[in-house]
């Protein structure tokens, strides 16, 4: 990361998905930049003295973490910021580390056979909870419910990983 183009070239890529991710936390759109920015700084003040392997789980803790101190400092219960956090499980996919894909599938084979087919119809295939109620002829309140139970199973075991972004994002939006 010493050489500015490299660092450039990170930043680039990775600003709007911080920023994103970041506001996801906070709901603070100044927050949001001036924390992914307050990162970036660090990154290049501390370039000579630091060994990343993984730039993109680097950064996306470090976000956490800012946010996370941020709270503090003013005296906020995280608790809320973590269950945003651990909210943020199925957005990027297809950009997963392959050790929690696995992770993700092993979670995913140990739900209830229903439970996973309607969560990876609505999750994977973008159904609708209409149209999954209809293809498996149940209510539409079932599938909100299996959905519901099956993303408060993945959070459990995804809870103990919580420093390990990104990951993908579940939001429960029905």
């Not at 998905?17 to 501390?46: G, H, P």
């Not at 990343?52 to 906020?76: D, M």
């Not at 979670?107 to 609708?128: G, H, N």
């Amino acid at each position: 990361m010493k050489n500015p183009e490299i660092f450039e070239k990170t930043y680039n890529d990775y600003w709007k998905k911080l920023n994103a991710f970041s506001y996801t936390m906070t709901q603070d759109k100044d927050l949001a930049q001036n924390i992914v920015q307050e990162v970036f700084i660090d990154l290049w003040e501390r370039k000579d003295d630091l060994t990343i392997n993984a730039i993109e789980p680097y950064l996306f803790r470090a976000v956490k973490n800012q946010v996370f101190k941020h709270y503090q400092n003013n005296k906020f219960d995280k608790t809320i910021l973590e269950d945003k956090f651990e909210d943020y499980i199925i957005d990027n996919f297809s950009s997963i580390d392959p050790e929690l894909m696995d992770l993700l599938h092993s979670l995913l084979d140990k739900l209830p056979e229903k439970r996973k087919e309607v969560l990876l119809m609505y999750k994977f295939q973008d159904m609708s909870i209409d149209q999954i109620a209809e293809e498996l002829g149940i209510s539409k309140q079932t599938v909100k419910n299996q959905i519901s139970s099956a993303l408060k199973q993945l959070r459990e075991g995804l809870k103990d990983l919580a420093w390990l972004a990104p990951i993908v994002f579940f939001k429960q939006n029905f």
